[in-house]
């Protein structure tokens, strides 16, 4: 088979129990070994703590995997070891035989189909700023996969402004949790006024579920900032992100190579306190994201 659940999630999902979808490519292109296990721990410790369980996913051996072992884990964390997936190269990656750390656009497209409702991951992709702006397949994937995401809003290496736009184009709506403006990854916000808040666990599920309930067919993306303790400030954040992109454009880095590229350069422009604050808000969105499906299968069931 080329879809496969592990039992733990295959068993939670089947009870109703709270499940929270991850990517891989966090492991595999987002950060450096051995960090990237360090955020396994966090991430997992996280969720396994506010009583759900984890669903990493990623492309091992022919089959999408949905719920992956520790030392599947470590394949993903060692260096060049897995190839970065969206969702159109899915049916490819697993054909080749090759190790697939999925994006946000295949991890919530195989969440999806797992019945899991709850993802999470650090941020979104979005609109990179440039005469001709390149859209992340994040983006289209949420138009069409209704599950719930939290997210520390979009990378700090797109256009806020453009991907808001894009989003509501696309349909997809975004819920700041404690704030009215839209986080910006490692800054906790930039001045994009959302239209929608909530404040707890309960009322992000009791908006999921009417979510669910009217039948939308895009995302609801739940917008966490980054903790006042680890965020960056945003002018000094747009500077290094700048820096970082003449070193992108000098060194002829396109494609799926950008975002990983542009995150290391960020981290050596920023002494290694963008990289500190990126393991910060991933383990805050696992814990948020596990108490979200926890209000969630509360709700449903009853309790």
């Given at each position: ?154 990378k700090s290496i ?112 920023t002494g290694g306190r ?30």
């Amino acid at each position: 088979m080329t879809f496969l659940l592990s039992d733990e999630v295959a068993m939670a999902v089947a009870s109703g129990h709270a499940v929270v979808g991850l990517e891989t490519s966090v492991i595999g292109q987002g950060l450096p070994h051995p960090r990237n296990l360090e955020c396994v721990e966090r991430m997992e410790t996280a969720i396994r703590g506010a009583g759900a369980t984890p669903g990493w996913i990623g492309v091992v051996d022919g089959a999408v995997r949905v719920g992956l072992e520790r030392a599947e884990l470590e394949r993903f964390a060692e260096p060049d070891a897995a190839v970065k997936v969206t969702r159109r190269d899915v049916p490819a990656t697993v054909v080749s035989g090759s190790l697939g750390a999925t994006t946000v656009s295949a991890t919530i497209w195989a969440a999806h189909r797992a019945g899991i409702v709850v993802a999470a991951t650090g941020g979104i992709g979005g609109v990179h700023p440039g005469p001709r702006p390149d859209v992340s397949a994040d983006l289209v994937e949420l138009s069409r996969t209704p599950i719930v995401l939290i997210a520390s809003g979009p990378k700090s290496i797109v256009d806020p402004a453009a991907t808001a736009e894009k989003l509501e184009e696309l349909g997809v709506a975004l819920v700041g949790y404690g704030v009215d403006r839209l986080p910006f990854f490692l800054a906790r916000e930039v001045p994009v006024e959302l239209e929608h808040r909530v404040d707890t666990p309960e009322g992000a599920a009791a908006i999921a579920r009417a979510h669910r309930a009217l039948g939308a067919q895009a995302a609801l993306v739940l917008c966490n900032p980054i903790a006042p303790e680890h965020a960056l400030d945003p002018d000094a954040l747009m500077a290094a992100t700048a820096r970082a992109e003449t070193r992108m454009e000098e060194e002829g880095v396109a494609g799926k190579a950008v975002t990983p590229f542009l995150l290391r350069a960020l981290a050596d422009e920023t002494g290694g306190r963008s990289l500190e604050a990126n393991l910060a808000l991933l383990e805050d969105n696992a814990r948020l994201a596990a108490e979200v499906a926890l209000a969630i299968s509360a709700a449903t069931s009853g309790r």
